[in-house]
């Protein structure tokens, strides 16, 4: 009980203290019919001390709710590889080697999980660990929404905000749950874009708002006697929003990955995704008041992971660390691999290579 509670601590702070907490997911196809599916994670109120897990078939759990460890138990038909945030069991990205892609994305004031019920204990899971059963569940989104359809989503503490989640599976459809009002609504995402708050069908609508927009240079014009023209490429774009509030990030990330070239393969289709999400990097300082900047962390932006669903490798790299690794789960044999997890940095530095002059 006492973990509980510290867990329900924990989340009350993630969700009450304002803190540029956000998520920016993009879906990218390649010419070789690979999908990509590629997300930010941020905080700038802490370091959310992020690990990697590797979970065998048959790896047992029971989820949290607000009493306790004392929810739903799940067993994994499937293994995965998981980015989990604050504690291992909270996996807010992953991939499953049945090419499954799933991630949690900050949701607040908009959704609305219903009451946990004591009596129903055994069928329900908290949100944050939504991510770690689908995972190790399901191979299809059309398994994912039978499945979701079969339990209680509850939050550990009632208090803390909600999230939504984006569910992709190897060929390329995708689907976003949001739970309104107790019940679960899946959306189809063939745009492949998520943030958070407002939903989903609202951040569709809002691209109305940026019809004048398009890719290259806005020709010029008479205003009376004066000739206006461009100061430079890209004026297409003049009136694009650039703050980092969620709608703004989403028709950015919109308007990025519908003119960004399609890539011949999965791999340069990941690096183009990484350099996409650049774009999406939050400074820590914009969301405190000045001089009210609390923790030493290098960005609010604490990783971005890319997942290749057709060949069954999750990327990533960090604040720390600005490198790209991967995880191939092919060479894992998740019959016989242990549970194992780790942190994403060994070394919490950003490395520098020194160039030599001879």
């Not at 908290?126 to 989503?153: F, I, K, P, S």
């Not at 009136?239 to 340069?268: L, M, N």
């Not at 490798?313 to 991967?326: A, C, E, H």
Request: charged fraction near 20%.
């Amino acid at each position: 009980m006492k973990r509980c509670m510290s867990v329900g601590c924990l989340l009350l702070g993630l969700a009450l203290t304002p803190r540029a907490e956000a998520c920016t997911g993009i879906t990218l196809r390649a010419a070789d019919g690979a999908c990509i599916v590629a997300r930010t994670i941020e905080w700038g109120g802490s370091n959310l001390n992020s690990r990697y897990v590797v979970v065998p078939r048959g790896y047992a759990q029971r989820s949290y709710t607000p009493e306790g460890i004392d929810g739903m138990r799940f067993t994994a038909r499937y293994g995965y590889v998981g980015l989990a945030v604050e504690q291992k069991e909270f996996v807010a990205e992953g991939l499953n080697e049945e090419g499954l892609s799933a991630g949690l994305f900050y949701f607040p004031g908009y959704g609305r999980y219903e009451a946990y019920d004591p009596a129903r204990r055994d069928e329900s899971i908290a949100d944050l660990q939504l991510v770690a059963w689908l995972l190790g569940e399901c191979r299809t989104v059309d398994e994912v929404q039978e499945a979701v359809g079969r339990v209680r989503v509850v939050a550990v503490d009632p208090r803390a905000s909600t999230v939504h989640w984006r569910f992709t599976d190897t060929s390329g459809r995708q689907l976003v749950l949001e739970i309104i009002d107790g019940r679960p609504v899946f959306y189809e995402n063939a745009l492949g874009v998520l943030t958070n708050s407002p939903g989903f069908e609202w951040q569709l609508t809002n691209l109305n708002n940026y019809v004048n927009l398009y890719p290259g240079s806005a020709p010029g014009q008479e205003l009376g006697a004066l000739r206006l023209s461009s100061f430079g490429a890209g004026s297409g774009f003049l009136g694009i929003p650039g703050d980092v509030t969620p709608p703004s990030r989403f028709v950015r990330a919109a308007f990025f990955q519908a003119t960004a070239p399609r890539q011949s393969t999965a791999e340069d289709a990941v690096r183009q995704s990484f350099q996409l999400l650049n774009n999406f990097d939050i400074p820590i300082g914009i969301e405190f008041p000045e001089g009210k900047v609390s923790v030493d962390i290098p960005s609010a932006t604490q990783w971005t992971s890319a997942s290749d669903m057709r060949n069954r490798v999750i990327y990533y790299r960090t604040m720390y660390d600005s490198r790209i690794r991967s995880i191939d789960l092919k060479t894992i044999d998740f019959g016989r691999v242990a549970y194992r997890d780790a942190p994403l940095d060994r070394v919490a530095c950003q490395p520098i290579e020194p160039v030599e002059i001879r």
